[in-house]
């Protein structure tokens, strides 16, 4: 045997020296150009997508919102209890130990 690294007598050409690989392109390079931006930005456009839905969360907005509607609830609630003493009366009570 050679030294060579041949076998069956044919010559040794190293893995992808035969290959051809064609001129880079302006288009080429534009497709390659996207696709590393694709890359970049795929992990990341979920977590801004989430964050922009639930702005109003983190910035506290929310929290003032709940608190308003707390306070709204207890003042219509209170209101109409009010008017419902003067219209009815106080409600009954009822003695259940005999």
Do not use: C, Q, W
């Amino acid at each position: 045997m050679s030294d060579t690294g041949a076998s069956f007598n044919r010559p040794y050409k190293p893995f992808g020296m035969n290959v051809k690989v064609p001129d880079i392109g302006e288009k080429t390079l534009k497709l390659a150009g996207g696709t590393l931006e694709n890359i970049v930005k795929s992990p990341t456009e979920p977590l801004f997508k989430f964050l922009e839905e639930n702005e109003e969360v983190f910035t506290g907005d929310i929290n003032y919102k709940i608190n308003k509607m707390t306070a709204e609830s207890f003042t219509i609630g209170s209101a109409m209890r009010m008017e419902d003493e003067k219209m009815n009366g106080l409600p009954s009570t009822f003695d259940m130990h005999f």
